[in-house]
């Protein structure tokens, strides 16, 4: 027996209407699988972006463990510099928990900082760093950084 004419009318339009979602969600998901797969067994920090606000510039970092067990506590030592390469000030990011395999976005606001008078990140190293069987050099070996804004990150 066959369908009436508008059920397979409708089934036809909602399969349609989701056939774009999920190639959005495809494309959305692909850099960030991609990402994992290139970083092996070690930690990902990108400086993903950053965004003037009322109280200063806000950094947002995606980070990626690439370990097969979690990162408990990850916690790091930050240089800022400025645009003519002076030291700003020395700062702690606390990226918290990173889940083996999952990325994570964390977001730091520089209180009273414009983000056009930064110029560079130094990851300086982990002041804790608690990895289980990993050991705290999870947090430092091979640390992998990255940036898609103008300022430089390095470690």
Known sequence: MAPASGTSSANT???????????????????????????GARLSIE???????????????LAVNGYAEDVASAVFEA???????????????DFGALPAG???VRQFVLPDTSC?????????????CEAGDLGPEACEQDLDLRTRTDIEVTG
Do not use: H, K, Y
């Open 116 to 128: 056009e008078g930064l110029g560079q990140v130094l990851f300086n190293g982990a002041t804790d």
């Open 13 to 39: 339009r909602a399969r349609a209407l989701r056939a774009p979602w999920a190639l959005l969600a495809l494309a959305l998901a692909a850099p960030v699988a991609a990402q994992e797969e290139e970083i």
């Open 79 to 93: 240089v800022l510099f400025d645009a003519e390469g002076q030291v700003d000030r020395l700062t702690l990011l």
């Open 47 to 61: 400086l993903n972006t950053l965004r003037q606000t009322e109280a200063g510039c806000e950094m947002s970092f």
């Open 102 to 104: 999952r990325p994570r």
